[in-house]
Structures are given as structure tokens and as C-alpha cells.
Antibody, heavy 120, light 110 residues
Framework: EVQLVESGGGLVKPGGSLTLSCVGS????????MNWVRQVPGKGLEWVSS????????YYADSAKGRFTISRDNAKKSLYLQMNSLRAEDTAVYYC?????????????WGQGTMVTVSS | QSALTQPASVSGSPGQSITISCTGTSSDIGGYNYVSWYQQHAGKAPKLMIY???NRPSGVSTRFSGSKSGNTASLTISGLQVEDEADYYCSSYTSSTTVVFGGGTKLTVL
């Protein structure tokens, strides 16, 4: 079964850091671009960041630039999102998602999401 | 990058057809054929329903179809079923090398 499983969410104070992980299974992880998308509970989806299959190309939303770092370890079939200088507005469910073809085309497999709460 | 514009809600009766619009600009929807649509049931992860404007992934019902005209994309659901009740989001690649989503549309099947 093709699957993505996120972990690492939790409660963190403003200004703090957190690293999210996502493990893929059931597909050849190292041939797909991967992404992070977040969703404030009750609100819409927001694209956060994307990384190509070999990590050669990385893209960020303006809201993530300079604070978040996306990375991957193909040997471990894992995707990461390191989040620094966290703000209350970063509170959301964070999903990892696989790209269909090129990184920007569409996201066909999604994890169940991990909740990040930024609060003092 | 501003979010794509979707109606907040649409509704229909079982068996009817509905269309959800998604309006952007020439820098996103109008400039590229990389529009996709997602279905999200309450408490669940999004599910890809349409990609590249009008392509359905394997396993998605043929009742779902997509189209685009100028800066506006549309998702049409024919033969509405109760299980179609969900939130729907459009997305597009943009000229800023980003991806932008719509604000979401809540579909109610009466």
C-alpha cells in the first residue's frame, strides 16, 4: 500500500523550533518530488514547500522562506521540515504529499497530517 | 501570491450536476495547464480528484470532470451522490514558482 506517515508535531512556544518527519512506503520514494502543505483547522490548504527527487530543487512559500528548511533522505525514504522562529500563525495541521510528476503539478498521495501548535 | 477564488459553498440534490469555479490570474490558472482539484472530507486528508486541468487519477469516478477557460477553472460533478459532500479545493502552479490553493468550497448534497 502506498502510504505517507508524518510525525513530529506538538506544542511549541513562539520563537521555538520543531522538525517534522514523513516516511514513505509502497513506492519508489527517490523518484518522486515531495511537498509540505498545511491547513489551519477549519481553514483552507496552504502550500509550504517542495523538494525535487534528488534535492536539487527546493521551493518555499513566502511564509516559510528564511524560517523553514525542507530536506529529504532517500535512503531512509524520509522527508523533513525543520521549522524555526515559529509564530502563532504557523499553528496548523502539516501534511506531506507526493507530487504526481513535476513538483508543481499535483499532489496524489497525502499523509494523515501532524498537528503543530505554537502557543505560550 | 493571493489565493485562488472559489465560492464558499454550493449545493445540489442527489442525481443533479454542480460546477465549482476557481478564478485566478494570467500568472497562475491562465498561464499554465497545471490546475488540480482536491476533495477533503471532514477530518481527513485531501484526495486528488483532477490534475492537469482535466485528467482523473486512477480510481476517481468519471462523474468528476475539470475544465479551464482563460483565468477560470471549473470542477463539475455529475450524478451527485451523498458521499460527494465534502470540501473541494483547486490549486495551480504560478509564475512565481509556487503553488497556490483556492479558499475551498463546501459542497452540500441536500
Amino acid at each position: 500500500e502506498v502510504q505517507l506517515v508524518e510525525s513530529g508535531g506538538g506544542l511549541v512556544k513562539p520563537g521555538g523550533s520543531l522538525t517534522l518527519s514523513c516516511v514513505g512506503s509502497g513506492f519508489t520514494f527517490n523518484t518522486f518530488s515531495m511537498n509540505w502543505v498545511r491547513q489551519v483547522p477549519g481553514k483552507g490548504l496552504e502550500w509550504v514547500s517542495s523538494i525535487s527527487s534528488s534535492s536539487s530543487y527546493i521551493y518555499y512559500a513566502d511564509s516559510a522562506k528564511g524560517r523553514f528548511t525542507i530536506s529529504r533522505d532517500n535512503a531512509k525514504k524520509s522527508l523533513y521540515l525543520q521549522m524555526n522562529s515559529l509564530r502563532a500563525e504557523d499553528t496548523a495541521v502539516y501534511y506531506c504529499a507526493r507530487s504526481v510528476k513535476a513538483w508543481y503539478e499535483a499532489f496524489d498521495i497525502w499523509g494523515q497530517g501532524t498537528m503543530v501548535t505554537v502557543s505560550s | 501570491q493571493s489565493a485562488l477564488t472559489q465560492p464558499a459553498s454550493v449545493s445540489g440534490s442527489p442525481g443533479q450536476s454542480i460546477t465549482i469555479s476557481c478564478t485566478g490570474t494570467s500568472s497562475d490558472i491562465g498561464g499554465y495547464n497545471y490546475v488540480s482539484w482536491y476533495q477533503q472530507h471532514a477530518g481527513k486528508a485531501p484526495k486528488l480528484m483532477i490534475y492537469e486541468v482535466n485528467n482523473r487519477p486512477s480510481g476517481v469516478s468519471t462523474r468528476f470532470s475539470g475544465s479551464k477557460s482563460g483565468n477560470t477553472a471549473s470542477l463539475t460533478i455529475s450524478g451527485l451522490q451523498v458521499e460527494d459532500e465534502a470540501d473541494y479545493y483547486c490549486s495551480s502552479y504560478t509564475s512565481s514558482t509556487t503553488v497556490v490553493f483556492g479558499g475551498g468550497t463546501k459542497l452540500t448534497v441536500l
